[in-house]
Nanobody, 127 residues
Framework: QVQLVESGGDSVQAGGSLRLSCTTS????????MGWFRQPPGKEREGVAA???????SYADFVKGRFTITRDNAKKTLHLQMSNLQPEDTAMYYC?????????????????????WGQGTQVTVSS
């Protein structure tokens, strides 16, 4: 069956860094745009970063210059390197697979556009 399993979430202080990982199985990974959503407490889920099969990445404005998304098509894994974390980055972070990257970050972005989800990993940033 389809599985997306996130890891790497933790509690850090402002200015710190974390690396999230997502291991996947059960679907044609290379055919999907992969990305990350996050859901802050009491707020809606929002797209953070996306990367297509060729490695072209896109980012939400609020993480540009601080987060880097990468993927390994051979290992079917996805990563999100997060630096200079701020308290407003506190959220549950979800790995996601969609047909098109604008469905994760951009004008078509929305939780309803995602084909597959992971269970989430918590990131907490204290000031």
């Amino acid at each position: 069956q389809v599985q997306l399993v996130e890891s790497g979430g933790d509690s850090v202080q402002a200015g710190g860094s974390l690396r999230l990982s997502c291991t996947t199985s059960g679907f044609a990974y290379v055919n999907y745009c992969m990305g990350w959503f996050r859901q802050p407490p009491g707020k809606e889920r929002e797209g953070v970063a996306a990367i297509d099969r060729d490695g072209a990445a896109s980012y939400a404005d609020f993480v540009k210059g601080r987060f880097t998304i990468t993927r390994d098509n051979a290992k079917k894994t996805l990563h999100l390197q997060m630096s200079n974390l701020q308290p407003e980055d506190t959220a549950m972070y979800y790995c996601a697979a969609a047909f098109f990257c604008p469905q994760i970050v951009g004008p078509l972005s929305g939780a309803g556009q995602v084909n597959y989800w992971g269970q989430g990993t918590q990131v907490t940033v204290s000031s």
